[in-house]
């Protein structure tokens, strides 16, 4: 493959460190595409012949057929999928086969797969994401009123619905697929036509090329065509905040099954038992989506560091960027698809939310905000009043509620029995209807909404 200039093989070990093939084989359907292109526009110049070209475009639909079938036999010594293809292309028609990469090097034709592969993950990613917001819309309405305790510092804090946590996931998820589609339209720039990094002496129209592939456009400096990876880091970074927010919902996921809590059930689906101990049931589904995190970050982090120190225009470290892209996306998936099986299959339990939301003195804000509004205290005031009040309860052993309004007045004698009222966690909830509150009026309506904004789709239909 390297013509005259090279008399000796490369040492094994030159061999090993240099081949590919092992994983960037996973980018042929991407190579074959754009060298039917490639095909296409040297032809339409007038640079390649058309009978060349029928030849050339039959010998790698052949290929294709035979990768796809599981015929082909990969070679570590034609180091890459691009030498691997265009080798049994020319075993398939002959000398014809050599024209194919007229005008176009493996430099380009590497950022041009790189690129179709990351394009064609965000548009199978993005609807997998729209499906777990779907699952989470879901369980969100079918819990829109059920009552739980909302944490700070993981202690109980106020009462909320089970349903407002759940839609907090939906505009996080919502976000995120937001950025995976900003990556997408900057990605969208075909670097066919910089060949090895200065572009070609021959009448090439990178235009007809970028078309033929989707692009928006080609890409306008040939150095940057053959050098740019933001899009793989810009990817792997919007994928490491997905996985930040999948290994968020597993975490809780994984603190909402344990005995303590007891807040939610998963079924044998998505849970493991224990060699030794019977009882046990394991949220492993959700430990192996939090765990995988790492491996996603990992890979933003090695990315970066792999381009830091790289001058323009193309290193062979940059053959360091597929392993890392191909599994962090494929960690990502997995988790995705495993988190929306997880909500689907979730029970909650919602009387021991409910019991657990209305201990710790929740509805202690409810008090200090009726003692601003029914009877003007200045918050600051209000807030010691009802530490005060706090501090009886806790020395008693009872509810706020459980206080006598005597002892209630023996702090604030303009207390009344209105104060009641607002001294419950469906009080608490119900009062909280500003918006983005956790009412649960308003996570119905906050349901409806996301679902035409994520998901376009009613209840039981399907887009």
């Known amino acids: 493959m390297w013509g005259g200039r090279y008399k000796l093989g490369p040492a094994e070990i030159m061999e090993r460190i240099n081949a590919s093939i092992d994983f960037d084989r996973r980018l042929y359907a991407q190579d074959i595409a754009g060298s039917l292109a490639h095909c296409d526009m040297l032809v339409a110049q007038g640079i390649l012949t058309a009978k060349d070209g029928r030849a050339i475009k039959r010998g790698l639909l052949k290929v294709r057929e035979e990768i796809e079938s599981g015929r082909f036999k990969f070679s570590t010594k034609l180091e890459d999928i691009h030498f691997n293809v265009e080798a049994r292309l020319t075993e398939l028609i002959g000398p ?81 697929r937001s950025r995976f589609v900003d990556c997408r339209v900057r990605l969208n720039e075909s670097p066919l036509g910089a060949a090895a990094l200065a572009g070609s002496p021959h009448p090439i129209d990178p235009r007809h090329t970028a078309k033929a592939l989707g692009f928006d456009r080609p890409m ?39 005995a303590p809590f007891r807040f939610i059930a998963l079924s044998d689906a998505f849970t493991t038992g224990s ?39 193309y290193g062979k470290d940059m053959q360091e960027d597929k ?71 806790s020395d008693k052993g009872v509810d706020l509620d459980k206080l ?30 500003s918006l983005g509150g956790t009412a649960p009026a308003n996570v119905v309506r906050a349901v409806k909404e996301a679902r035409r904004r994520f998901v376009g789709r009613t209840k039981g239909s399907r887009r």
């Open 220 to 258: 306008a400096n040939s150095l940057d065509a053959v050098s740019d990876r933001d899009y793989v880091v810009e990817f792997i970074a919007a994928a490491s905040l997905t996985a930040v927010h999948l290994s968020r919902l597993s975490e809780e996921i994984v603190i909402w099954c344990s």
């Open 323 to 393: 392993e890392p892209l191909f599994d962090a996306a494929d960690s990502l998936e997995l988790g995705v698809a495993a988190m929306a099986g997880m909500v689907r299959d979730l029970k909650a339990n919602p009387a021991r939310m409910r019991a657990v939301a209305s201990a710790d003195y929740s509805v202690a804000t409810d008090l200090a905000d009726w003692l601003v509004r029914e009877i003007n205290l200045p918050f600051r005031q209000a807030h010691h009043v009802t530490g005060r009040l706090v501090g009886i309860a």
């Open 96 to 176: 014809a086969g050599g024209r194919l990469h007229t005008a176009r090097s493996r430099n380009d034709q590497v950022a041009l797969d790189v690129r179709l592969w990351v394009r064609d993950t965000i548009d199978r990613l993005e609807p997998m994401l729209a499906d777990l917001q779907a699952a989470l819309i879901d369980r969100a309405e079918e819990y829109a009123a059920t009552i739980m305790p909302g944490f700070t510092h993981l202690q109980t804090a106020q009462p909320i619905t089970f349903g407002h946590h759940l839609m907090a996931y939906v505009e996080m998820f919502g976000r995120d």
């Open 275 to 313: 060699s030794i101990m019977p009882q046990k049931r394991n949220p492993d589904a959700a430990e192996l989506t939090r765990g995988k995190t790492g491996r996603i970050v990992g890979a933003f982090v090695a990315l970066c560091t792999m381009l830091k120190g790289l001058p323009l225009t």
């Open 404 to 433: 006598s309004l005597a002892e209630m007045r023996a702090v604030e004698p303009r207390i009344d029995r209105g104060v009641y009222r607002v001294l419950t966690v469906e009080a608490s909830v119900k009062a909280r209807k």
